[in-house]
């Protein structure tokens, strides 16, 4: 074990500075002046533009533009937004709690889901109530989720006038700022309206938690379905039957232990696409996260957010995959060799 | 596992039969290759077959409603849009933008794939050790942050987003790709061709391609409806197909904002999108289990 570890830790390094240098170059990749995209200032005059060449050492040469790069990104200055002109970072990590809270719930909505329904639909796979749930998780698995979120809006917000169709809460509730995740914030906050402002927040929540988590839970009853069916080919099954164990402890003790195991590395793999959605999400209900923030830069040609959004989502995709990969062998001795 | 058989009768039929056997009695399967080869023929002839001009204005019949309904034309099915353009001449003109480019995205991404896993899945060591790692990051990078960065470079456009959707799905045909070669080289046929004195192109060409392209048809439709999902994504958020093209994901997002007057202009682009993308989820499906059923048979 301890060898993979060091072997995966090998890897991740090689990775970001992989990483590092992508996201190094598109400074100079993207149109417009070289020493605006670094710095994200708007106007600069002369005296300001000497020092910000010497500051980002561009009379040198590049490796070492790359390794003031690297200091300043481990510095914290990640430069500022051309849109606010406020420092990426400090703005990142104001967004940044939105999309991951959107995205962990719908994650966990598509376990609670899926992996039941892929196990029952694996259990009798030619049954009325099998064909059915493959046939609901290919019509999930080919909606465009923009038109998707666009339809739930249409009758829950518009027609029905249930639900809100944007944002994370309210406007009339304040709920004092702490982690960003705003369900903890409301339940942490000192506010006599707590009650009140947690269902609004999650009535907020429900729509794009919905529509977020339609994709992975479709996957996730395909794969489940898939692997069960295949579990239950293997010989073990049949000797524990034989044995004399009924269906509910072979399921339980050799079936479900070795059919979700791959289910973890699922999720990272999975962990990318689901940023896509998520950012579409967010442009579709007006969530405030990451996501749709990335999406205002490219139309505000914000270059320096650009360049930090790479940065942040990336690493965080790329920590996800690792974690999940370390569990999935964590667990399973087999996929530590190799 | 094989099944008992009453009579010895030798099966000696062509894969390529058998699977079509195998296939045909699907009727889901059927019915979405019917649906992919009708999207595939409209994509290819939508030049000839639109009953309108799809950029023709007509001023008098500004936002028509669908023939279904009391003030709606029977010359005009779904009706035009706010510019006064035929809605049923711009979606079938949007089938070559949508449909017929994710098959151009996924055939090149398949090339490249094919040339670079097969490099990979051929060589041994530091090389293929390297390649696939720089494979990893690939893969950790969300597409539609891939083409916000190509659009930041080289601006917006339904080609540019093409690159970068093929740049997206090219890591998962590496990655497929190279783990099916894998396990192919460790067959027992393959070291028997090895001492037959054959070359690592003998190798591939004879033996390795024809056993992976079952793989590869599977591969390559998951990738087709990624691709369709992904062209009319970008086309909705305006990176992809511009102004007066009837791209799908673009049509959506054009009659946004007349939700209101028409929901149908919302809704029918929509439903294509999703009918197209279903159509190739089906003959996928359809091809995975006939595949299976094969070799077990």
């Known amino acids: 074990m301890t060898r993979y570890l060091l072997r995966r830790l090998f890897l991740m390094a090689f990775v970001f500075l992989a990483l590092s240098l992508l996201a190094f170059s598109l400074s100079y990749l993207f149109p417009g002046d070289i020493v605006q995209n670094l710095s994200g200032l708007r106007q600069i005059d002369d005296s300001q533009r000497q020092q910000l060449i010497s500051y980002y050492q561009l009379d040198h040469n590049i490796l070492q533009q790359y390794l003031a790069f690297l200091t300043r990104i481990a510095h914290g200055d990640w430069g500022q ?14 967004l940044l709690p939105a999309t991951l809270e959107l995205a962990s719930y719908a994650l966990l909505l598509s376990f609670v889901i899926g992996i039941p329904l892929g196990i029952v639909a694996a259990f009798k796979p030619d049954s009325f109530v099998g064909k059915s749930i493959s046939a609901i998780a290919m019509v999930g698995y080919s909606l465009p989720i923009f038109w998707w979120g666009l339809l739930l809006i249409m009758f829950f917000s518009l027609a029905l006038g249930l639900l809100p169709s944007a944002g994370r809460i309210g406007v ?15 339940l942490l906050a000192d506010i006599d309206y707590r009650s009140e402002a947690l269902y609004n927040a999650l009535q907020h929540l429900l729509l794009p938690t919905i529509v977020l988590a339609t994709f992975p839970t479709t996957v996730m009853i395909s794969f489940v379905r898939d692997a069960m069916l295949n579990v239950w080919e293997q010989n073990y099954i049949k000797t524990a039957r034989a044995k004399g164990l009924n269906r509910g402890q072979v399921l339980y003790r050799h079936g479900l232990r070795n059919a979700l195991l791959p289910v973890i590395r699922q999720i990272g793999l999975q962990f990318s696409t689901l940023i896509t959605l998520a950012m579409l999400t967010e442009v579709i209900f007006s969530w405030p996260g990451i996501g749709r923030w990335l999406i205002d830069s490219i139309y505000q040609r914000n270059y320096p957010a650009i360049q930090a959004g790479l940065l942040v989502i990336s690493t965080m995709v790329i920590t996800i995959n690792m974690l999940t990969e370390i569990l999935h062998a964590f667990f399973n001795p087999l996929a530590r060799r190799g | ?45 939508a030049p000839f077959v639109t009953p309108h001009d799809p950029y023709l204005q007509v001023d008098e019949l500004l936002l028509l409603p669908p023939s279904w309904s009391a003030a709606g034309l029977v010359q005009y099915p779904f009706g035009t849009d706010d510019l006064g353009r035929d809605l049923l001449s711009r979606m079938i003109k949007g089938t070559s933008y949508t449909f017929g480019f994710a098959l151009i995205t996924v055939a090149g991404a398949l090339l490249m794939g094919l040339l670079l896993g097969a490099l990979a899945g051929m060589s041994k060591g530091v090389k293929s050790s390297i390649f696939n790692h720089i494979l ?31 740049l997206a799905l090219l890591p998962q045909f590496v990655h497929g790709i190279r783990n099916a070669i894998d396990e192919e080289l460790k067959q027992d046929y393959v070291v028997a061709y090895r001492l037959d004195g054959a070359n690592d192109w003998h190798v591939f060409s004879r033996l390795i391609l024809p056993n992976i392209w079952e793989k590869l048809t599977i591969m390559a439709t998951m990738a087709i409806s990624t691709a369709i999902l992904d062209i009319a994504a970008l086309g909705f958020l305006g990176f992809g197909a511009q102004a007066p093209l009837s791209e799908w994901g673009a049509m959506i997002s054009d009659s946004l904002d007349l939700i209101y007057l028409a929901p149908s202009s919302v809704a029918i682009p929509g439903l294509l999108i999703f009918t197209a993308v279903l159509s190739v989820n089906l003959v996928g499906d359809g091809l995975k289990t006939a595949i299976l059923k094969r070799r077990q048979s």
């Open chain 1, 172 to 186: 009339l509730y304040e709920i004092p700022h702490s982690s960003g995740f705003m369900l903890y914030d409301i």
């Open chain 2, 1 to 45: 596992m094989s099944k008992f058989r009453l009579y010895l009768e030798e099966n000696n039929r062509s894969p390529l039969k058998q699977l079509w056997r195998e296939f045909r009695r699907q009727h889901s399967a059927m019915t979405g290759l019917i649906l992919f080869i009708s999207f595939f023929v409209i994509s290819l002839l």
């Open chain 1, 81 to 94: 937004s051309f849109a606010s002109q406020q420092p990426l970072l400090q703005e990142i990590q104001l």
């Open chain 2, 136 to 166: 990893d990051l690939a893969l950790t990078i969300p597409s539609l942050l891939l083409a916000i960065i190509i659009v930041a470079i080289i601006g917006p456009g339904l080609m540019n987003t093409t690159w970068a959707i093929m």
